[in-house]
Each structure stands twice: as structure tokens, then as C-alpha cells.
């Protein structure tokens, strides 16, 4: 029988974007009071991570998928945080990290910034959550790196090639690079892409996304040169490799990992839990964050053997 676990979790009622930036800037002024920023270099580049909880607690390190940044997190980040270390990194090209050299975005090279994040900062013995993109790294790496990694969590995360009709496209996708969008604006794309997301987290990613302009006009932090597939590596060896704990989270109504391919990759290495949360699609770290607490919380206090 397989090991799965299904959550069913609501939304917070919408509200307007106005009343959603307000929100967003109580939150972030919360949030703000419990976070530390901090900057390690890599191939050149300076790397920007966001650091919750204390710094002796066991480390939980989470990336992101493409087009997105560690403060995305911040919500899910905040849950844990009483109880784990909670570190945040931004990948290169991404967020407050510098951009990389033209074609310096492979798989192997985002790895790399995982290593040079465990090294500087000192991490032994992590859980090491990636979403997305984010997981394919956060699988890459744990191949590797094996006894540096105490569990795996994949949140919707898919090792075959990207949806040529576009379906599947995962990350925020920064459009018409060149354009400069009022914060208003920048929320609602992110809303076409994430329709489940509550309207204060859509408004607290679109602050950390993006630069303000004199005149009230916003831009795209990140390089568009960044938004590119992973998958130039065989990332089923990988997976086949692991035998850490693994937890497989997808949303339902996920249009990016199919609940087909969510159960091969579940019968493909030994230790994997399936969860399908009810309620959130692609985005659930956003959409629905303290059921996934719940869920991640679950899955640490009872790994399967």
C-alpha cells in the first residue's frame, strides 16, 4: 500500500489589492523582528540568505523555484522557526543575490551555491526543503551529499522535462522585462499565476521581487537570464540514489506535478511519502502555509523507516 496523506485546508477570504499592501506592510514589519539577513560569496557571486530561529536549533534550509526568492517563504518560515533553524537562501540571480556571468544558471552551478551555503554557515545534519525548481536542487545536492542531509522534502517538485504547452510553467514569470509596474500591477500577475495565494502573501512576494523606481514604478529584481529547465541532469538517478527520508508534497490542484507522476516518483527510491494537499495548487507554501506546517511537522515526528 502506498504511504500517502491527504490535507484538506480553506482560504482566507480575498480582499483588494490596496488593503492587501497594507496588510503586507504589518506583516513584513512582524515578520522584519524576527529574520536576520546575512551574505556569503560563491563563483564571485555574493549569495543573500534570510535566517529565522535560533542559530543552535537543528537547521531546516529551503530554496526556492525559479522567478522566485527566499522571502517567499516567509510565511511557512515563521511556523517553524519556534522550533528549527530556518534558513532561506536566495539563488543566484534571484531575490538580493547578485545576478551570475551569462550561462552560469545550470543545475550543477545552483547546486554549488547549496554547498557554499552549508560550508560557510556551518550546517550539519539539515532538513532541507526545495519548492519547485528548488527541489530539483535540493535532490541534485542531496545525491551528493548524502550525510549532510537528514531528510528531503520535494513540495511540488517533477524530474521529467518541462510542458511544452506552457501548463506546467512554474515560477512567477517575469514579463515584458523592460516595463516598470506600479506594486499593484506586480500583484496581480503574480495572482494570474498563483490564484490561490491570499492576497497578503501575493503583496509581501511582489515587495521582495522587485525594486522601486522614483515616480511610485517597480522592476523585476532578478536576470531573465535565470529563468531557464533544470533539467540538463537525469534527475531520476538521482532520486533512485536517495535513501534519506523523503516527503513528495503536491498540491491537488497542482497544474505543475501530476498526481501520475507524483506516485512513480513515490514507488522510485525507498523512503518517500506522498502527501496531496487538498485545497492549494503549485503554490501551497503561499496558498495555505500553516496546513503545510502541519503537514512537514507530521512527516519530521514519524519518518518512515
Known sequence: MRDEWAVVGGHAPAHGVAAALQDCMRIMASIEQGHRDGF????????????????????????????DCARSWDPFASELSADYRVIGLD????????????GA???????????ALVDQVGLTGMVLVGHSEGGQIAISYTTAHPAMVDTLIALD??????????????????RRWEERFSLEEVVQHLREGQPGSAHDAL????????????????TWKGDPAALRPLLEADLWRDWRMLRCPVLLARGRQSRVLAHA???????????????????????????????????VR????????
Open 203 to 218: 503583496a509581501l512576494q511582489a515587495l521582495h521581487l522587485t525594486n522601486e523606481l522614483p515616480g511610485g514604478r517597480w
Open 261 to 295: 507522476a507524483a506516485v512513480r516518483m513515490q514507488e522510485g527510491a525507498p523512503r518517500v511519502r506522498l502527501a496531496e494537499l487538498e485545497g492549494g495548487g503549485h503554490w501551497f507554501h503561499l496558498e495555505l502555509p500553516s496546513t503545510l506546517e502541519a503537514t
Open 157 to 174: 517538485c517533477g524530474l521529467d522535462a518541462p510542458d511544452p504547452t506552457g501548463q506546467g510553467v512554474s515560477s512567477p514569470t517575469w
Open 298 to 305: 507530521w512527516f519530521l515526528q514519524a519518518p518512515p523507516p
Open 40 to 67: 556569503i560569496e560563491n563563483d564571485g557571486i555574493r549569495l543573500h540568505y534570510v535566517d529565522w530561529g535560533e542559530a543552535k536549533a537543528r537547521p531546516m534550509v529551503l530554496l526556492h523555484g525559479l522567478g
Open 91 to 102: 539563488l543566484r540571480g534571484h531575490g538580493d543575490s547578485r545576478w551570475a556571468a551569462p
Open 105 to 115: 544558471y545550470r543545475l550543477e552551478q545552483f547546486v554549488s551555491d547549496v554547498e
